[in-house]
């Protein structure tokens, strides 16, 4: 049951996804490209490109977006598909939901104990591990095709990918502007 | 006005206008909440942010929650995280359906090749950005190392390093930095 697995996949995602929309990015693409090939990379890739040019939280986009993917891909209608992005938007909102609530009734004297802040020093170099093993995992064939396949697309991807982190690291330009100039690019050499 | 329509009116305001993620819903939450609606004061969203940051979760509904509860408890929570979710959830709903039909299409095909390495880019620029906020020094630098090629060379879950990374912080704070200071 397709449902199912994807309400209990975006749970696990909403409980243990640290570090804001970036952190859980890394859990979103082992669970829905590795573990339960719901997605190809490329498809999980343009999912995390929309959702960072359209308004809200990350997070929230790139779940109902999966959540629809998913369940088209499996072969259902748009009627279903939008139920499994609902299924996945709410599965990954109840986590935060119910623990929040939890913490502003009884736990909030608790957040600044020794115990507590000790397992976020522990926490905090674990998400960058996350995040650069989310970027590892995106440089792949499907994203950036190989030397030996197609070789102008290979070069020119690797200098976009270069472009824009020099362009959105040092030059400061706005992400969402970086990734227009990436696809207009795209359609000129890439064509 | 009903408090439970108007909290979900102004998530859901909240919801719409920020592009960028979680953290970019900041100034936008603190104008509406702490300036306009007074709903909180500014201390206390001060530690709201703080709490939200370090719990898991997406930042922005985590905001919303702890906002919506102490306005109504747990139904003004319920509101005001439908409000968060709900304009996300639309639109990317219609660019779904739009976007399945178009994706075969040559033109949008070449338009993302271009974007896909830069988005690789939009993510490991964060993630160097992250390593110094964590204060990442020639002692710990191993830590993000070992993580990251836990999962992408031996296929490790991230929630296992999670759950390891908690533990083994909690074992540090509790039995080895004390002797050490």
Same mark, same amino acid.
């Given at each position: 049951?397709?449902?199912?697995?994807?309400?209990?996949?975006?749970?696990?995602?909403?409980?243990?996804?640290?570090?804001?929309?970036?952190?859980?990015?890394?859990?979103?693409?082992?669970?829905?490209?590795?573990?339960?090939?719901?997605?190809?990379?490329?498809?999980?890739?343009?999912?995390?490109?929309?959702?960072?040019?359209?308004?809200?939280?990350?997070?929230?986009?790139?779940?109902?977006?999966?959540?629809?993917?998913?369940?088209?891909?499996? +072969? !259902?209608?748009?009627?279903?598909?939008?139920?499994?992005?609902?299924? $996945?938007? /709410? @599965?990954?909102? %109840?986590?935060?939901?119910?623990?929040?609530?939890?913490?502003?009734?009884?736990?909030?004297?608790?957040?600044?104990?020794?115990?507590?802040?000790?397992?976020?020093?522990?926490?905090?170099?674990?998400?960058?591990?996350?995040?650069?093993?989310?970027?590892?995992?995106?440089?792949?064939?499907?994203?950036?095709?190989?030397?030996?396949?197609?070789?102008?697309?290979?070069?020119?991807?690797?200098?976009?990918?270069?472009?824009?982190?020099?362009?959105? +690291? !040092?030059?400061?330009?706005?992400?969402?502007?970086?990734?227009?100039? $990436?696809? /207009? @690019?795209?359609? %000129?050499?890439?064509? | 006005?009903?408090?439970?329509?108007?909290?979900?009116?102004?998530?859901?305001?909240?919801?719409?206008?920020?592009?960028?993620?979680?953290?970019?819903?900041?100034?936008?939450?603190?104008?509406?909440?702490?300036?306009?609606?007074?709903?909180?004061?500014?201390?206390?969203?001060?530690?709201?942010?703080?709490?939200?940051?370090?719990?898991?979760?997406?930042?922005?509904?985590?905001?919303?929650?702890?906002?919506?509860?102490?306005?109504?408890?747990?139904?003004?929570?319920?509101?005001?995280?439908?409000?968060?979710?709900?304009?996300?959830?639309?639109?990317?709903?219609?660019?779904?359906?739009?976007?399945?039909?178009?994706?075969?299409?040559?033109?949008?095909?070449?338009?993302?090749?271009?974007?896909?390495?830069?988005?690789?880019?939009?993510?490991?620029?964060?993630?160097?950005?992250?390593?110094?906020?964590?204060?990442?020094?020639?002692?710990?630098?191993?830590?993000?190392?070992?993580?990251?090629?836990?999962?992408?060379?031996?296929?490790?879950?991230?929630?296992?390093?999670?759950?390891?990374?908690?533990?083994?912080?909690?074992?540090?704070?509790?039995?080895?930095?004390?002797?050490?200071?």
């Amino acid at each position: 049951m397709i449902f199912l697995s994807l309400f209990i996949t975006f749970f696990e995602i909403g409980l243990f996804g640290f570090g804001g929309g970036y952190g859980m990015l890394s859990l979103i693409q082992h669970e829905t490209v590795e573990a339960n090939h719901w997605l190809s990379t490329s498809e999980f890739t343009d999912i995390v490109a929309i959702s960072q040019m359209t308004p809200g939280p990350i997070g929230i986009n790139s779940a109902t977006y999966c959540g629809y993917t998913a369940i088209h891909n499996a +072969g !259902y209608g748009h009627l279903m598909a939008v139920l499994g992005s609902a299924t $996945a938007t /709410f @599965a990954l909102v %109840l986590p935060s939901l119910v623990l929040m609530i939890l913490i502003s009734r009884m736990f909030m004297k608790y957040m600044n104990t020794p115990l507590v802040q000790s397992i976020f020093t522990g926490l905090r170099p674990a998400v960058v591990g996350l995040l650069a093993a989310a970027t590892l995992l995106l440089c792949n064939k499907e994203n950036f095709s190989t030397p030996f396949e197609n070789p102008w697309q290979f070069f020119i991807s690797c200098a976009l990918l270069i472009a824009t982190a020099f362009g959105t +690291g !040092y030059l400061k330009i706005n992400p969402i502007r970086m990734i227009c100039y $990436a696809g /207009f @690019a795209g359609l %000129l050499l890439l064509y | 006005m009903n408090i439970y329509w108007e909290s979900f009116k102004t998530f859901f305001k909240i919801g719409i206008f920020t592009l960028g993620g979680g953290y970019a819903m900041i100034p936008l939450i603190e104008e509406e909440v702490v300036g306009k609606k007074q709903w909180v004061s500014k201390d206390e969203m001060l530690d709201l942010i703080a709490i939200a940051q370090s719990c898991p979760g997406v930042f922005a509904i985590n905001i919303a929650t702890f906002i919506g509860y102490k306005l109504r408890k747990t139904r003004g929570a319920v509101c005001t995280t439908l409000g968060t979710a709900l304009p996300s959830f639309l639109i990317i709903l219609a660019i779904a359906i739009f976007f399945s039909q178009f994706k075969d299409n040559p033109y949008v095909a070449a338009i993302f090749r271009g974007i896909r390495p830069a988005v690789v880019a939009l993510i490991a620029v964060p993630t160097f950005r992250l390593g110094q906020r964590a204060k990442l020094n020639w002692y710990t630098i191993w830590i993000p190392v070992v993580c990251a090629l836990a999962i992408w060379a031996l296929g490790v879950s991230p929630i296992y390093i999670i759950l390891i990374a908690g533990i083994a912080g909690y074992l540090y704070g509790m039995y080895i930095k004390p002797t050490n200071s």
